[in-house]
């Protein structure tokens, strides 16, 4: 239990932490990986090279001084980071490493304003913390565990096929090489997948959605090949191109809260745009199995025909539905008289004729293509609780960043 003392001075620090949080978090893990290069291993190193992590770390310490003093506040943003901990491995010895090297980097950042009495404040809110995402990420990896075929840490699998989906996307089945069974999941959960690349001083990981229906005896992920971009197609290049049937990967149990609730009986549409629409398969396959009698719309963008992935399965999927929809979307289309519904970017006048205020909203793509989508679904009144989103990468509010945006 913190002292009202140690609360005071940790919450009178969130607002310079609100305004120098990254400077402390950039600084955090330069000094960090300096000291320890070994976690060069866990952590993503796009996520790093494009400031992501940085901000994603500033605006959790930031939620954490601010609610230091009722932390179930922010006890769903702890969830959702301590699922990706799980998925790369993260554990209680690792916390202390963090800790130190994060009380190093306030001081370093705010020089004299770190007085020793903020700093030891700061180490003994630290302590509480820690331990909340410690706990959290016990019972994840108890959890794991103890569930029929569960593992912790990374086991290998068998690519047992390899398909190509799209020009840009293949799906890799995978089966344990142990001979074991796979676990069950959740619907729009993803694997963290850990591969050494020849010429990579490092083990680099990734995060791939699930992208069938639990219940198979197979995961499987469906992987976009990111050619275009430096460093981000490291990963699924390798996949791509040097990965192939009877090959061994390495990946941790599924993880993940953007995850298909089951028990609500509202309208629902699948939002997604490019390589998004992953979990939104799995999803609808799961919807499928069970015979949902929900009205049900799911709804793709991609570039053109040629982007467009699991286009024959997912109108396989919505037949099986008594009230199943699919619409299609093409930035630029090949064939202006082609099958799609709309052209461009997804629209107002578009999805106003198929989501109403109670439409429960899943939603999966770009950043851009996200931000895109909250704005028109708050626009046409859909309540928050239902606009419900996922992307790759460290997490952030789309809403706080659009507001932020538009306040600059």
């Known amino acids: 239990m913190l002292s009202q003392k140690t609360i005071d001075i940790v919450k009178s620090t969130a607002p310079i932490l609100e305004t120098e949080g990254t400077k402390i978090t950039t600084c955090f893990y330069k000094m960090m990986f300096e000291a320890h290069p070994e976690l060069l291993n866990i952590f993503n190193h796009v996520n790093q090279k494009q400031g992501r992590q940085q901000t994603a770390l500033a605006n959790t310490v930031y939620a954490a001084a601010k609610y230091i003093d009722q932390l179930e506040a922010i006890i769903p943003v702890v969830t959702q980071i301590a699922h990706k901990h799980r998925g790369l491995g993260i554990k209680p010895e690792h916390y202390p490493i963090v800790g130190e090297f994060l009380l190093k980097a306030i001081k370093e950042v705010l020089g004299d304003a770190a007085t020793d009495e903020i700093i030891n404040a700061w180490a003994e809110a630290y302590g509480v913390i820690a331990q909340a995402f410690i706990d959290v990420e016990k019972g994840m990896y108890d959890a794991a565990a103890n569930q029929a075929n569960g593992w912790i840490d990374f086991k290998d699998f068998t690519v047992v096929k390899k398909e190509q989906e799209s020009n840009v996307i293949t799906s890799f089945y995978l089966q344990p090489k142990d001979g074991s069974g796979v676990t069950t999941y959740e619907p729009g959960q993803y694997l963290t997948i850990r591969v050494k690349i020849p010429g990579e001083e490092y083990t680099l990981n990734r995060q791939y959605s699930l992208s069938c229906a639990p219940g198979r005896d197979y995961y499987r992920i469906s ?35 953007f995850t298909l609730n089951m028990e609500e009986t509202a309208p629902i549409a699948l939002i997604s745009g490019g390589v998004g629409l992953t979990p939104m398969m799995s999803m ?39 009230n199943g929809h699919a619409y299609y979307g093409y930035e630029k289309p090949l064939n202006a008289n082609g099958n799609h519904n709309f052209e461009g970017y997804l629209s107002k006048s578009f999805l106003e004729n198929i989501i109403n205020e109670e439409t429960i909203t899943y939603i999966c793509g770009p950043v851009p293509f996200l931000k895109n989508a909250v704005r028109i679904l708050t626009e046409l009144g859909v309540k928050d609780e239902n606009i419900r989103y996922e992307f790759f990468g460290p997490a952030m509010d789309l809403k706080a960043e659009e507001k932020e945006t538009v306040k600059a």
């Open 223 to 257: 992987v976009k090949k990111e050619k275009d971009f430096d460093p981000n197609g490291k990963v699924s290049n390798y996949l791509h191109d040097h990965v192939n049937e009877g090959d061994t990967v390495e990946i941790s149990a599924p993880s993940g809260i």
């Open 284 to 322: 609808l396959e799961t919807l499928a199995d069970t015979g949902s009698k929900r009205e049900i719309h799911f709804i793709h963008a991609a570039r053109n025909e040629e982007f467009h992935a699991f286009k024959d399965a997912v109108e396989e999927s919505t037949a099986r539905l008594e």
